[in-house]
């Protein structure tokens, strides 16, 4: 069973009826083990997306933005290398919600401002006073 809640005065709180719903299910006085994880952020994850899309806007690659998106989170160090027999090749790691926990795409994020800074040719708060134009 999966459900979002928040923590007010050391009780969980669900954060939608569904959730509600997926609380209620457990019984009083039955031991649960718990896992707790902070889900990923929808709009800091939108805001990767403008960062890198602002990049894309700014440069004349030869790219299509796919291509430039992969080769953006391989420059931030964010990728795997596969030998094969006839050499090796690199692919970019998954940004997914599945693949990565906030605290790692916190990390992604800051080096793919640091890859658009040289990118770019600017600095950190120019970039994020764009960012802040381009929401």
Not at 73 to 93: D, S
Request: charged fraction near 25%; proline fraction near 2%; hydrophobic fraction near 35%.
């Amino acid at each position: 069973m999966e459900f979002y809640a928040q923590v007010s005065n050391k009780k969980l709180l669900p954060l939608h009826d569904s959730d509600s719903e997926a609380l209620n299910k457990l019984k009083a006085k039955h031991d649960y083990k718990f896992v707790v994880t902070s889900p990923r952020n929808y709009k800091f994850h939108k805001k990767l997306f403008a960062l890198i899309n602002l990049g894309y806007q700014n440069t004349e690659s030869g790219m299509n933005f796919e291509e430039f998106r992969a080769y953006k989170i391989m420059q931030a160090g964010y990728y795997n290398r596969v030998v094969t027999e006839k050499g090796e090749f690199y692919l970019p790691n998954s940004i997914s919600f599945a693949s990565m926990d906030d605290l790692e795409f916190e990390k992604l994020y800051s080096s793919m401002v640091n890859v658009m800074i040289t990118t770019l040719g600017c600095t950190s708060e120019e970039i994020e006073q764009e960012l802040i134009n381009f929401f």
